[in-house]
Nanobody, 122 residues
Framework: QVQLVESGGGLVQAGGSLRLSCAAS????????MGWYRQAPGQQRELVAAVTSGGVTNYVDSVKGRFTISRDNAKNTVVLQTNSLKPEDTAVYYC????????????????WGQGTQVTVSS
């Protein structure tokens, strides 16, 4: 139905930047919410940032002012620009899509990417 493929993770020093990208493909009509969760070892998965198809965004407090989320509805892509990275940002970052309209009147479940590792060294 819907596949999400992420790219852009890696190893960076504190204060550096990474650009995470996610592309959705498959059989669907539209996606309402796209965004990113992250999960650090031994911790619960947390919502980092999300954006609606109308461009409304929200961020977890710890990344406000440092991360920016954007999407291209025509290409079904979402990008998370991460700046001023800190060691505590180290985690696996997962792209997700929610409110996916598969056919008129039919919506799918939440879909997840495979995850991309972000490691920030001090």
């Amino acid at each position: 139905q819907v596949q999400l493929v992420e790219s852009g993770g890696g190893l960076v020093q504190a204060g550096g930047s990474l650009r995470l990208s996610c592309a959705a493909s498959g059989s669907f009509m539209s996606i309402n919410y796209m965004g990113w969760y992250r999960q650090a070892p031994g911790q619960q998965r947390e919502l980092v940032a999300a954006v609606t198809s109308g461009g409304v965004t929200n961020y977890v407090d710890s990344v406000k002012g440092r991360f920016t989320i954007s999407r291209d509805n025509a290409k079904n892509t979402v990008v998370l620009q991460t700046n001023s990275l800190k060691p505590e940002d180290t985690a696996v970052y997962y792209c997700y899509a929610r409110g996916v309209q598969l056919t008129p009147g039919r919506y799918g479940n939440t879909y997840w990417g495979q995850g991309t590792q972000v490691t920030v060294s001090s």
